[in-house]
């Protein structure tokens, strides 16, 4: 059992919603963006996503994309983000996503990374821009490696797909909430709810439900038929705002604990 499935076998067992917490790798600095990640964790978040950087971030919005230019600006690579999640599981047992674009990877190297990341104590990886159809190549790797491969569905994806998507993935199945780019709005899109229902009766995999959720009670709303949420921009945007100020982690421990506290 990875770690992943254990943290949502706790979660139901404990009958609690998940949360899963987005951090940009080396935002705003190698050593700032390592207390962030503990405080996320301190603060009860039950799945870390460690974003690596890259410099065409395409899904994501200006909040994220930002972030991805402040690491990329301080020389944090695809080995600096390894050594930022070797550095957190020293001291903690969060699971841990390594969330990320296709080309930076590639260029790592598929199979020197997943053997990188297993050393380095990550649980899995979600490769935004990798289709399914293209994955065929890196998914075994990852899975040789003892790697999660978290599958994406967004509102566009028929349920045939959805079906293939959660059949190849594990770990969770990231359902995106609308088309667009990551960014904090104030509202889930219409017709959320029901396309969370239909989708998490279909698959087998637990459904985390992204993008634009940020507050509490859209976390809430969001994790009505699914069993997680995931915070993205709406956490990142508290490390822009604190960077490397002493008050930081705890501005971000406090956002996480008041999501999470939703969230029971």
């Not at 943290?7 to 700032?32: C, I, M, N, Q, W």
């Not at 972030?67 to 600006?73: E, I, K, N, P, V």
């Not at 001291?91 to 990188?116: K, M, S």
């Not at 104590?121 to 075994?140: I, K, M, N, Q, T």
């Amino acid at each position: 059992m990875s770690g992943i499935d254990a943290a949502f076998r706790r979660l139901r067992s404990s009958g609690e919603k998940g949360l899963v917490v987005y951090l940009t790798a080396g935002d705003p600095s190698p050593a700032a963006s390592l207390a962030y990640l503990r405080a996320a964790a301190d603060a009860g978040a039950d799945i870390l996503e460690v974003g690596v950087p890259f410099s065409d971030p395409t899904a994501d919005g200006p909040t994220i994309e930002a972030a991805s230019g402040r690491a990329l600006a301080g020389g944090m690579t695809v080995a600096g983000a390894l050594d930022l999640v070797a550095g957190f599981r020293r001291t903690h047992a969060t699971p841990v996503v390594l969330f990320g674009y296709y080309n930076p990877f590639f260029r790592y190297g598929i199979p020197r990374l997943c053997r990188h990341a297993r050393a380095a104590g990550a649980d899995g990886f979600l490769v935004v821009d990798l289709p399914y159809e293209e994955s065929r190549e890196a998914v075994p790797t990852m899975r040789e490696a003892g790697l999660d491969w978290i599958p994406l569905a967004a509102p566009t994806s028929g349920m045939e797909r959805v079906l293939e998507v959660d059949k190849a993935g594990s770990g969770f199945l990231y359902l995106i909430s609308l088309t667009g780019v990551t960014g904090v709005r104030r509202s889930l899109p219409p017709g959320v709810a029901a396309w969370t229902r239909v989708v998490s009766r279909a698959v087998r995999l637990p459904v985390a439900v992204g993008f634009g959720i940020s507050s509490p009670r859209m976390a809430r709303e969001a994790t009505r038929h699914a069993a997680a949420a995931v915070v993205g921009s709406a956490c990142v945007k508290v490390v822009e705002t604190h960077g490397r100020g002493r008050r930081g982690p705890a501005e971000l421990q406090r956002f996480v604990r008041s999501l999470k506290s939703a969230l029971r």
